[in-house]
């Protein structure tokens, strides 16, 4: 039985950091809806695309809608240039088809991610394993903080070549690459604009570690005041 613990233990704390990355992600991005505006207003980009404010992010909404699932399609209109029209061309179009599969994807893998979670936690719990899966979680976490830091660290010193290996390693096409004279998509999210998301992403990901691990002390060591050990 001892292999089935070490093998629950671990499935439940690879399952957790997934849910935790994908949730960072959907905080990253969804979690503040000044977010994307304060983002706009630091790079300037309406300067790029000829419309007002208000018109690029209610673009933004519908965008960000669509990738959820929430929206059938991006064919969106609205005032560039001062006439009607709209947001996106066919290229962006088809690459957002594919953002979109990949973040309703992450959705689902997050789904599995808390059910095999859930799952561990109460087998090891009637297994009276608790005090073993904490010690196991905790010790996941530390070590995921180092990986964090040394892989943050190594994405920093040039963003642009891992920026382009993940778009290869997750893309079948090369959709993803985007002319600025053409394709508005890159005009209102250049590379700046995903450095700084990835910052976030990390900086709510480490956050979450430590709490996880933060949770995990106290639990143990109310767990040894209860027994008296």
Known sequence: MKVIHILASIFCLIALLVVMLISSVDIAVYGNRGYFQKEYQKYDVLKNINMNEKDLLYVTEEMMSY??????????????????????????????????????????????????????????????????????????????????????????????????????????????????????????????????TAIRIVAIFFGMIVCVYIICSILLKLGIKKTGV
């Open 67 to 196: 990738l959820k699932g929430n929206r059938n399609d991006l064919h969106i209109k609205t005032t560039i240039d001062n006439k009607q029209q709209e947001f996106f061309n066919q290229r962006e179009i088809a690459h957002m088809e594919d953002v979109k599969v990949l973040f309703l994807k992450g959705i689902l893998i997050r789904k599995i991610g808390i059910v095999i979670c859930i799952t561990a936690i109460i087998f090891l719990t009637f297994q009276n394993k608790k005090q073993f899966l904490l010690i196991s979680l905790k010790k996941g976490m530390i070590s995921f903080i180092v990986v964090v830091a040394i892989l943050s660290a190594i994405i920093s010193t040039n963003f642009t070549k891992y920026f382009i290996l993940f778009h290869k390693i997750f893309f079948s096409n090369n959709l993803w690459i985007l002319n600025p004279n053409t394709d508005r998509l890159i005009n209102i999210v250049p590379e700046p604009f995903f450095i700084d």
